[in-house]
């Protein structure tokens, strides 16, 4: 299915991370969205709300993240697509519920524009310390998907990708970007509405009465049940069977987290998307992803110059993270160097894949700022030594 | 037909065929009496069962979407009305009720609450108010009244009780009542007010969670506790006739308060059409 024409702003335009991310859901056919202003990410909210009501979308401002990540839930369960934004803080505050779309298998997109932390920490100023939180910040065990854009340009596309990823794997995914790709202006192309791709959501071909609405049968994901046409269905945040109904006991609660944690990782490679140069015959690898890959550019630039065998992996997904093409890059290199704006959280899966295959190293970043190309070129130097 | 006569067919007819039961409550409690009257208002009302949404949280009250046969949704605890306003805005056809405890509103959902209020959001909200939290083994609520006691309060209670229905009222709900489960005639027809009602509606209902609340606080067994519903309660009519030393010892029930605010749904509509949008509904 093709994205509607007449809400795609199709032409170049000159917008930042925030306003393009916006851009994007509209693109992806998203008609809600539940938040609360938080810094840096209240341009997404603005946007939508000065663009859903021209376009028959729903705006709502609700009191806080707790019920923002609740309204998005109902309203994709009442068939409508759904986003919020936040950061930091209000991204602490949405787990909850954020677990609450994972064991209900609701699509949804949440952008988390990240900014330093701890707690209230650095609103304005950009961090990728929430990744670890976006992997594990829900009690419970069970997969996600997080994606991260590098430009506003990606903020559009990514956007529309998420939407397309939740619907297909039923989730909510994620989009983990970062202050600075949220608020960098740059040109971003908005294709005509019939280059955009869009997955729409699978409802039952079966008749009320006969369909459930958790048909796992291990394979494919269980098309959903709509509202108000008859299904009658009841959806618990509890463990559940097939028909939704609550069953507490351990047979239950293994075939409800499988599907939850196989659905991704079955799925691994169609999910995973990754960006590389130079990495064939490489002895160093810089892995990275969103703002902190731009920022190695000038490094891997530099060491090249050198005369070092350098190359470079940008991870779009960042979870589920590459194991597989981790693994068989480490057997091959002599050093992977993880760039990222926080102390090595990203770098920990990545140093577990290459299992003492290589060297690894993290050049880490409290956040506040990108890193200086230097510090980057200091460490890659370091490991060829 | 006389749907009081047939009481029981009636409510089979909205539980859910393929529900194993018993529920989860403990026998005699107020929930059982409260889904009841909510089963009869609906089918009084002959609403389509299909166009009818049960929203709840966590706790005792909120088991009960699982035995009904609507859509229904059981969300995370405090968060029912955050997650009925999703709903409701996606499908304002639908008539969404939400089903909470008193801890599960007033507590970790008092901020939701007061705000759906404030939105006059069309949700008719039945807070099933038993003074404590029982789900988890009978702690103290916001409800609970002072010197009561409660698992966390072995003393007494050193907290002052919230007032749902003054809450509602502050807040801007347009349908505010309060019932028991004693007086479950009232009830069905306060909770098909609020059913007719377009804007939010509340009918706080006094209940008896007599495993905790009536053991701790020597109010005896179900019993008992709806005997001291039947005493305690009085109309509003009435009560606004007696002076308040006559109404030391009673709790007002009845339709409190009602108002014709514009919902929030219908806000929203005369934005686009102010616009010149049309809504694009779900599919
Ligand atoms: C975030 C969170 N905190 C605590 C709990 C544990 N919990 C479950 S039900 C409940 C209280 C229920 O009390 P109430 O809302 O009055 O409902 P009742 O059980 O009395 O019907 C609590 C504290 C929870 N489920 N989630
Ligand atoms: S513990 Fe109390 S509220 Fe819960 S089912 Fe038993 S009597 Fe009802």
């Excluded at chain 1, 306003?19 to 969205?33: K, L, N, P, Q, W």
């Excluded at chain 1, 499988?258 to 892995?287: C, H, P, S």
């Excluded at chain 2, 088991?63 to 805005?89: C, I, Q």
Aim: proline content about 5%.
């Amino acid at each position: 299915m093709k994205a509607k024409p007449e809400n795609v702003l199709t032409g170049s335009h000159y917008l930042d991370g925030n306003h393009a991310s916006a851009e994007g859901a509209i693109a992806a056919g998203c008609r809600f969205f539940g938040g609360y202003p938080i810094t840096p990410s209240t341009e997404i909210a603005e946007r939508i709300s000065q663009r859903f009501p021209r376009i028959g979308g729903i705006f709502v401002q609700m009191e806080d993240e707790l019920a923002s990540m609740a309204a998005i839930l109902g309203a994709s369960n009442g068939g409508v697509k759904s986003m919020s934004c936040t950061s930091g803080p209000g991204f602490s505050l949405m787990m909850e519920n954020f677990g609450l779309g994972i064991m209900m298998e609701t699509p949804c997109v949440l952008v988390n524009v990240q900014r330093g932390g701890p707690s209230t920490g650095l609103p304005t100023l950009p961090g990728q310390a929430d990744m670890m939180q976006a992997r594990w910040g829900s009690h419970g065990d069970y997969e996600v998907i997080a994606l991260a854009p590098d430009s506003p340009q990606e903020s559009f596309e990514l956007t529309i990708h998420a939407f397309n990823l939740s619907e297909k794997y039923r989730m909510p995914v994620l989009i983990m970007t970062d202050e600075c790709v949220g608020h960098m202006t740059e040109k971003v192309v908005i294709p005509s509405a019939d280059e955009i791709d869009l997955v729409e959501r699978k409802y039952t071909d079966k008749k009320p009465g006969e369909a459930w609405p958790y048909e796992w049968n291990g394979k494919s994901i269980p098309p959903m049940l709509p509202v108000g046409k008859g299904y009658k269905f009841h959806i618990t945040g509890l463990t559940h069977d097939e028909k939704g109904y609550p069953v507490i006991n351990a047979e239950a609660q293994e075939k409800n987290v499988r599907q939850l944690i196989d659905k991704v990782k079955k799925n691994a490679d169609d999910i995973i998307w990754l960006e590389e140069w130079d990495t064939d015959g490489a002895d160093i690898i810089v892995m990275s992803y969103g703002i902190s890959s731009r920022v190695a550019r000038p490094a891997i630039a530099k060491a090249r110059a050198d005369g070092i065998k350098i190359g470079q992996i940008r991870m779009i997904t960042v979870w589920p993270f590459p194991e597989k093409r981790i693994r068989e890059l480490a057997g091959k290199v002599k050093a992977m160097v993880m760039v990222e704006l926080n102390h090595g959280q990203v770098y920990l899966e990545m140093d577990r894949c290459a299992a003492g295959q290589c060297v690894t190293a993290v050049v880490g970043h409290s956040g506040g700022t990108v890193h200086k190309p230097d510090d980057i070129y200091k460490v890659i130097k370091d490991v060829v030594k | 037909m006389d749907k009081i006569a047939h009481g029981s067919d009636v409510t089979h007819h909205y539980l859910r065929p393929k529900k194993k039961f018993p529920n989860v409550w403990c026998a005699g409690c107020g929930n059982g009496i409260v889904m009841g009257a909510l089963i009869r208002s609906i089918d009084r009302l002959n609403l389509d069962k299909d166009k009818v949404v049960v929203v709840s949280g966590i706790g005792c009250s909120s088991r009960m979407p699982v035995y009904l046969d609507f859509n229904t949704l059981h969300t995370t605890h405090g968060r029912a009305l955050a997650f009925a306003t999703g709903v409701k805005v996606a499908k304002p056809d639908l008539k969404v009720i939400v089903i909470t405890g008193d801890g599960d509103a007033l507590a970790i959902g008092g901020n939701h609450f007061i705000h759906a209020c404030r939105r006059n959001i069309d949700i008719t909200t039945i807070l099933i108010n038993n003074k404590i939290y029982g789900m988890t083994g009978g702690q103290f609520a916001p409800t609970t009244p002072g010197g009561s006691f409660a698992t966390t309060a072995p003393y007494g209670n050193y907290e002052k009780q919230f007032d749902a229905v003054k809450l509602a009222i502050g807040s801007g709900a347009s349908y505010v009542s309060r019932g028991t489960v004693y007086h479950v005639q009232q009830l069905e027809k306060l909770i098909e007010g609020g059913l007719n009602k377009r804007g939010f509606s509340l009918v706080d209902v006094y209940s008896n969670c007599h495993t905790y609340y009536g053991r701790f606080n020597k109010e005896g067994d179900a019993v008992k506790m709806l005997e001291w519903f039947k005493k305690h309660a009085m109309p509003i009519e009435a009560a606004r006739k007696l002076p308040p030393e006559k109404m030391v010892d009673k709790f007002v029930t009845g339709l409190i308060h009602e108002t014709d605010a514009t919902e929030f749904c219908q806000e929203y509509d005369m934005l686009l059409d102010r616009l010149g949008v049309k809504k694009e509904v779900a599919k």
